[in-house]
């Protein structure tokens, strides 16, 4: 698992690397990552019911050889097509079959305590590894360079390959045998991909009003001035709904679907889906809004920022080993709404103290709330909704949750990459309003400059740019960038308190018993 997350962290660190050793653009590899996120987030489901087929332990070393032939082809490319294969498609098919039956193969495998350890242990190593992935990736690159990394990741499943004779199997508890279903695959793909892909656009063209023209296969498709977001989530919205549609048709015919859409209408399952959305959507987008904070307002590297996320994820981690074992006394539903206020706390110490001048403690000790706040929530959630189904549903709701989180780090991306950008467009414009230095003929086109073209840059991009300007017109622009980008980033903050907040309102909805007897 800890593979599997830090993979995309690595690729995110190593763009530039990429660029140069591959000499393509940058168009390129983010094409690379985004089929990656897509291929994940479109067939986890799929996945998952193919290990209720062929058995959850074959599924979990079948996704194995997949994801490590995947990192070997990354490890050793030659050219760009190459790592498309490796990576974006072999890892990203791979990975859907590896999740789905993980979360599965721990709930037979272990009960009482021990799941709850596990999960607890699982949970802090998700949100670890993002934090985590940077350092990683960033030592490797800067240092050696980034097929180590892959190459690294190929040591490593060997082992667990070698290691998973030891995993007891989860057969599936239904007499009826399993089949796929094609057209549900096939419309759940769609449908999720357009979604995911959307949200993904909208870091690029915004979320409503496009920023530039959006084009396939040289059409130009901005309808009415909109950006492709809108437009790519309702078409995954429409085909979402037609297999919701065709699900139910399947199960009136007496087949089995891909997956009954009836375990949502459990509010305590949809709640505990979206809890863990917000989790991850909150991690990827607070490690986002920081990266633009470390690595372009305080020109630190990435190895430098990774280093100071440790503050985040060792405390994670050590929350969530620790909050496993609260089970016994205390009902998970207290324990992730108490994750979620610390969670609040966090974000609102972390506005406090992101300025200009950096207050360290202060901002790191923001960091380790949020570490405590997801790996007390991180400990709990798969376990209280997992445990809430039956045993033969286990996988498909597993796949769910594996869905929700891949949609959560894709969300909190591409969202908090365009609230800074806003926030930083708002206060930009107020800032130039306010100032003295700028002559008042010479604010509307600054103003205009601002909305046509804003971005989140470096006081050395923007010199570049202001290089024939006055020196007195040049240091107020800097001055201006500098307290607008902080501007920026604690607008994005504020985004991830009210979803935070909207976790806390979902949490009301979760399973309020104890999994956990004194006794186990």
Known sequence: MFVLVIDTTIMNVSISTLIKDFDTYLATVQAAITLYALLMASFMITGGKIGDIIGRKKAFRIGLIVYGTGSFLTAISPTMAVLFVGWSILEGLGATLVMPAIQT?????????????????????????????????????????????????????????????????????????????????????????????????????????ARQPFSIGGIEISPFGLSPTPLFILAGGIILLCFALWERHVINLGKMPLVRLDVLRDRGITSGIFVQMVQTLLIGGFLFSMALFFQIALGLNAMQTGFLYLPLSIPLLIASLIASRLSARIAPKRIIQFGLLVLVAGLLLAIATINVEVRGLA????????????????????????????????????????????????????????????????????????????????????????????????????????????????????RINEIARIHGIKTSLWGLVIFTILGIIASIFLPPEILVSKKE
Request: proline residues 3%; aromatic residues 6%; glycine residues 12%.
């Open 105 to 209: 193969l721990v709930t037979s495998n272990y009960s009482g305590k021990d799941r709850a350890l596990a999960y607890g242990i699982i949970g802090g190593i998700v949100a670890g590894a993002i934090a985590l992935g940077p350092i990683i990736g960033g030592w490797l690159t800067t240092e050696y360079t980034w097929r180590l990394a892959f190459a690294g990741e190929v040591v490593v499943v060997l082992i667990v390959l070698f290691l998973s004779r030891y995993i007891q199997d989860a057969p599936l508890e239904t007499e009826e045998k399993p089949k796929l279903d094609i057209v549900g695959s096939i419309l759940s793909a769609f449908g999720m991909g357009l979604i995911v892909f959307g949200i993904l656009l909208a870091g690029i063209y915004g979320w409503w009003k």
């Open 363 to 478: 901002l790191l000790t923001g960091f380790a709330l949020i570490g405590i706040g997801a790996g007390v929530i991180a400990s709990q959630i798969m376990n209280l909704v997992l445990s809430q189904v039956v045993p033969e549903r286990t996988s498909e709701t597993a796949a769910l949750m594996s869905t929700s989180q891949n949609l959560g780090m894709a969300i909190g991306t591409a969202l908090m990459g365009s609230i800074v950008i806003a926030g930083l467009a708002g206060g930009a414009i107020t800032l130039i309003d306010d100032s003295t230095v700028i002559a008042e003929d010479l604010k509307p086109s600054v103003i205009s400059a601002v909305e046509e073209n804003v971005r989140f840059l470096s006081n050395e991009e923007l010199q570049a740019v202001l290089k024939d300007a006055p020196p007195d017109l040049e240091q107020e622009i800097l």
